[in-house]
C-alpha cells in the first residue's frame, strides 16, 4: 500500500524558511516521479516543484523559481522542499504527491492529472 506522510508545515514571518518532508513508501515498482502541490482558500491545487525518478532533474513553478528546492534522499525514501524568502501569497496547503512508475506515459508532474497518489497536506501560513 502506497503511502505519502507529509511533515514540517507552520507559521512564519515573510522572508523566512520552512523545509517540508514527505515520507514515501509502498512503491514495489518504483515511481516516476514525486512533486509537491499546494492549494491556497478557493484556489484550485497547483504544482510547486517535480524531482524525476533518481533525482537529477527537477522543475519549478515560475512562482517560486529560485526560492524554492526539491530534493530526495533515495535510502531514506523521503522528498523534501526548502522554502525560503517566503511571500504572504505562499500561504496554503502543500501536498506531496507522486506518480506510479506502473502507469503509461511520462508527463511533466505538475498537473493533478498527472499524479496517481496523495499524502493529507501540511499547513504552510505566511504572515506580513
Known amino acids: 500500500q502506497v503511502q505519502l506522510v507529509e511533515s514540517g508545515g507552520g507559521s512564519v514571518q515573510a522572508g523566512g524558511s520552512l523545509r517540508l518532508s514527505c515520507a514515501i513508501s509502498g512503491y514495489i515498482y518504483g515511481r516516476y516521479c514525486a512533486a509537491w502541490f499546494r492549494q491556497a482558500p478557493w484556489k484550485e491545487r497547483e504544482g510547486v516543484a517535480v524531482s524525476y525518478r533518481g533525482g537529477d532533474t527537477q522543475y519549478y513553478a515560475d512562482s517560486v523559481k529560485g526560492r524554492f528546492t526539491i530534493s530526495q534522499d533515495n535510502a531514506l525514501n523521503t522528498v523534501y522542499l526548502e522554502m525560503t524568502n517566503l511571500k504572504p501569497e505562499d500561504t496554503a496547503t502543500y501536498f506531496c504527491?507522486?506518480?506510479?512508475?506502473?502507469?503509461?506515459?511520462?508527463?511533466?508532474?505538475?498537473?493533478?492529472?498527472?499524479?496517481?497518489?496523495w499524502g493529507p497536506g501540511t499547513q504552510v501560513t505566511v504572515s506580513s
Open positions: 504527491a507522486a506518480r506510479s512508475s506502473r502507469l503509461y506515459g511520462r508527463p511533466r508532474c505538475m498537473s493533478t492529472d498527472d499524479i496517481s497518489d
